[in-house]
Nanobody, 122 residues
Framework: QVQLVESGGGLVQPGGSLRLSCAAS????????IGWFRQAPGKEREGVSC????????YYADSVKGRFTISSVKAKNTVYLQMNSLKPEDTGVYYC???????????????WGQGTQVTVSS
């Protein structure tokens, strides 16, 4: 049974940092790409970043490029999203997802996690 559990969200001031974790079970990271998405109140869910399975290639949305870093620790079957220089517009619920292709788009998602709230505010 595939399961994704996110953690690490919280309240942070602008300019601060958070690290989100996505613990996967029921499959191995070698076999699938993992993506991070976010959804702000009243907005559509958007793709933020993804990391491919075996090759480890990464992708970032322009809005987070240079500030966010995605990585994986296969021994822990966990994917991380390090978020630095956070801005109020980064606020939202962050979801990790299993992707059937290394493209961070909702149409390629096979499984979603439950989400973790990130709030950037002074």
């Amino acid at each position: 049974q595939v399961q994704l559990v996110e953690s690490g969200g919280g309240l942070v001031q602008p300019g601060g940092s958070l690290r989100l974790s996505c613990a996967a079970s029921g499959f191995t990271l070698d076999d699938y790409a993992i993506g991070w998405f976010r959804q702000a109140p009243g907005k559509e869910r958007e793709g933020v970043s993804c990391i491919s399975g075996r090759g480890g290639g990464t992708y970032y949305a322009d809005s987070v490029k240079g500030r966010f870093t995605i990585s994986s620790v296969k021994a822990k079957n966990t994917v991380y999203l390090q978020m630095n220089s956070l801005k109020p517009e980064d606020t939202g619920v962050y979801y990790c997802a299993v992707l059937r292709r290394a493209v961070v788009a909702a149409r390629f998602v096979d499984y979603w996690g439950q989400g973790t709230q990130v709030t950037v505010s002074s």
